[in-house]
């Protein structure tokens, strides 16, 4: 396959997962904060402030506390075109990546994508908040994961899916390990576990896995650990190294590059490390630490598939 | 139902639909009924859905003097546009003798020059022609076919006949309307196909496809084919994408191919990956940076020795712009002629060559009567409709025809045939012309798969999408 075309499914997969897991991100902690808003304690505040952490923004600016900070900081993670991982911003890099390998798609699953853009172009900050996110977010989300069941159910499953799967599941645990990073459980456990299990989908899985109200420990080790939940860590980590030995055809548990063997030290971090062990130096330093092992896999991925070929003098 | 407005009985023009005597003609007969029974409101709705589907689909394209890029519906309307069988088969037949002789005339520039050296065309018309080009003299190209893909524009005069307004030899565009139009209205409106036989157009791709695979090089069992795109920013894009689906081979940019010993090779994930044809929808000038524009970045460079080397097909071939450069235009009937020994079958226009100095002295005396268009331009840009042009823009083409007399061709004033056309919620005349294609590979093959454009502003006469242009499907009837 074309390396352009390559690269192009990868990041289509990235921003579209993006997408979907920062709409989550708002609608979880949009209506955690209207409990919070009367109190005076700067909860909030420190709510919004996680919330910009997971949204990619490294050196976390004061969020103000004059009560605007869910409208700012809302637009900013959904509507700033200046911040590459707002909503907007992954719909757009998003339709056009999709937009350059459209003869590669299928036309239903150019169209979950086009027309989302479409939707995406007309909203307002203004007009969503008016009206509350809730319905913005949710149409976001939908079409995201619709993309995920269509192209799932009408693309052959062949090189360009599974540079879709290594971008899709790659920014899925880019992004849980970035909302480890954000939370406070040290100090709120039970509210900051049932937000953690919240922004990754995880509540209701988790209450079937433990049978129990949250408690921090274990639903990290779910966030962490689980074999089958599909926002895990140790699964999404496990879904990029199968779709990278079937695209280079390397028998798993061996490596033919970078990208292969930095996952295979990574999987078996996951699967020979108890859940003590993986805390023992605090969620936090452990977060830090992934955040940059996945920044560092996309590297290995993209120096190893999409290399400009050097023109011949 | 929508009410025709009060139409042109007295027309000095042809009318698609009505006849002189106000009656539908009987090839329109049937869709007239089917189109009388229709509520207004759900005529209306039926459009809106359609025009919705064609912006999900993303059937756009980009507005260049639009400094946002925007991607906009080329403007579909839902009245189609008859062809009988008969008209079709003159058509069919005009269009592959015009476009072997064009190719002949290529073959000759490019080698022996018989028909300069007999002086049935003058040798500085083609020399001088910004499009002829002389890296391709003396250079063989696959199945000496030339012009693998054209379209060539019709329109009707009063009297109903079909004239030739312009050919295109290069990189015509136009058939991704073709193919979805049809397939919106076949789903927005159904019922407007009953009682009709129409041919299908949708196998189109692969005729094309044939026509590519006919002229690789070295005669591979199969040879790798591929579409060469400017980008996701070409105002054609979308055709380009459509048709690499339609085919189902790689949609490829200049970044994405690089030439080693004279061979052209993809650059994919598991390594360099031979290829034999491109269908190329970039222009001549943006090819190869070594031969032509030299910081182009849509183009791959090494590709002209390549293709000079024999290891590549291009289509359309390089240097076919003479052919249809609207200087020569004119000669094309004495190609025909002098070529295959025929006499045309599609009439030319009228046309004045401005290099002369008694005709252009006509036209510059006349130029309120005339269309006056650049020889290398297309698109609509660059021309000149004498009878409603303010008097300085009249001016500003008497200065830019003395000083570069050249570049300009002047015609008379050509009333187009008018078509029933909804506009504004209402059905009103609109001036139509026709592109249909022509594919050139074993012989030439002219599918039922014909472009009708709209000038749906009143009056107009300029058909082109970037002018405020749409278009019809249009329909060859099978008997």
């Known amino acids: ?313 | 139902m929508l009410a025709l407005q009060p139409h042109i009985a007295v027309a000095q023009h042809y009318d698609e639909l009505y006849g002189a005597d106000g009656l539908p003609r009987p090839q329109y007969a049937p869709l007239a009924a089917t189109l009388g029974r229709l509520e207004r409101d759900e005529i209306l709705a039926r459009v809106q859905a359609i025009n919705t589907a064609l912006l999900q689909r993303g059937v756009t394209f980009t507005v260049y003097a639009d400094a946002a890029g925007t991607e906009r519906v080329f403007p579909f309307d839902i009245i189609p546009r008859i062809l009988t069988a008969p008209e079709w088969a003159r058509i069919e037949r005009g269009i592959q003798q015009r476009v072997r002789a064009i190719n002949a005339f290529l073959y000759d520039v490019y080698h022996a020059e018989r028909i300069l050296r007999e002086k049935r065309v003058p040798r500085e018309l083609v020399y001088s022609s910004r499009n002829y080009n002389r890296e391709m003299i003396d250079v063989d190209v696959p199945r000496d076919v030339y012009i693998h893909v054209s379209g060539i524009d019709l329109i009707r005069a009063e009297d109903g006949e079909f004239l030739v307004l312009e050919d295109n030899c290069r990189t015509p565009s136009g058939i991704s309307y073709v193919l979805e139009n049809r397939d919106v209205l076949k789903r927005g409106f159904p019922d407007l196909f009953r009682n009709y036989a129409v041919c299908p157009v949708d196998d189109y791709p692969s005729r094309l496809l044939d026509v590519l695979r006919y002229v690789a090089p070295h005669q591979s069992t199969e040879p790798n084919v591929v579409v060469l795109t400017p980008g996701i920013y070409n105002s054609a894009y979308f055709e380009h994408s459509l048709l690499a689906r339609r085919m189902g081979v790689e949609l490829v940019e200049g970044r994405d191919l690089i030439v080693v010993d004279n061979a052209v090779f993809l650059k994919t994930t598991s390594g360099l990956e031979r290829v034999d044809v491109i269908y190329r929808r970039i222009d001549d000038d943006f090819l190869d940076p070594l031969y032509f524009i030299a910081d182009s970045a849509l183009g791959v460079t090494g590709l002209m020795n390549a293709y000079r080397a024999g290891n590549v097909a291009i289509a359309n071939a390089i240097g076919t712009g003479v052919g249809d450069d609207k200087a020569i235009y004119r000669f094309v009937p004495e190609m025909i002629r002098f070529y295959l020994d025929e006499e045309p079958l599609l009439r030319n226009v009228p046309t004045f060559d401005c290099t002369d100095p008694i005709e252009r002295r006509h036209v510059l005396a006349n130029l309120d009567k005339l269309v006056v268009k650049n020889t290398n331009a297309s698109g609509g840009y660059g021309m000149l409709m004498g009878p409603y042009a303010a008097s300085e823009e009249r001016e500003r083409f008497k200065d830019l025809i003395g000083s570069n007399p050249r570049d300009f061709i002047a015609q008379p004033v050509i009333e187009l045939s008018s078509s029933p056309t909804i506009v504004e919620a209402n059905m009103v005349a609109r001036r139509v012309d026709l592109r249909p294609f022509a594919l050139y590979g074993r012989s030439v093959d002219v599918p039922p798969a014909a472009l009708t454009r709209v000038a749906l502003t009143e009056g107009s006469l300029v058909v082109n999408s970037s002018q405020g242009g749409g278009s019809k499907d249009t329909w060859v009837l099978q008997c």
């Open chain 1, 1 to 313: 396959m074309l390396s352009r075309v390559a690269e192009s499914f990868f990041w289509l997969g990235r921003n579209v997962e993006r997408a979907e897991t920062i709409s989550r991100i708002l609608d979880v902690n949009y209506t955690r904060a209207m409990d919070l808003h009367s109190q005076r304690d700067g909860r909030s505040e420190r709510l919004w402030r996680s919330v910009m952490h997971c949204a990619g923004f490294v050196s976390v600016p004061k969020v103000p506390l004059n009560g605007k900070a869910a409208s700012d900081c809302f637009g900013y993670c959904a509507f700033d075109t200046e911040n590459p991982t707002s909503i907007v911003s992954a719909v757009r890099i998003a339709r056009m990546n999709a937009l350059s390998i459209r003869s590669e798609l299928t036309i239903e699953v150019w169209e979950v994508i086009n027309v989302l853009y479409l939707y995406v172009a007309e909203q307002s900050l203004r007009s969503v908040l008016r009206e509350g996110p809730s319905k913005f977010l949710r149409r976001v989300r939908d079409a995201m994961q619709g993309f995920a069941g269509i192209s799932d159910a009408t693309l052959s499953h062949g090189d360009g899916w599974n540079f879709l799967q290594v971008g899709r599941y790659l920014e899925r645990a880019y992004m849980t390990a970035r909302v480890l990073e954000a939370i406070d459980v040290e100090n709120e456990p039970w509210h900051e576990s049932q937000r953690l299990l919240e922004m990754c989908c995880a509540a209701v899985p988790f209450a079937q896995a433990s049978h129990r109200s949250p408690e921090a420990r274990d639903a990290l080790a779910f966030i962490v650990l689980s074999q089958n939940f599909p926002r895990s860590l140790r699964f999404c980590t496990r879904e990029v190294d199968a779709a990278l030995h079937r695209l280079s055809r390397t028998p798993e548990g061996t490596f033919g590059n970078d990208a292969e063997r930095h996952l295979g030290k990574l999987r078996a971090r996951f699967d020979y490390t108890p859940i003590d062990g993986v805390l023992e130096d605090g969620v936090r330093a452990f977060a830090t630490d992934l955040v940059r092992e996945y920044e560092d896999l996309s590297s290995y991925v993209e120096d190893g598939y999409f290399p400009r070929l050097p023109v011949p003098v």
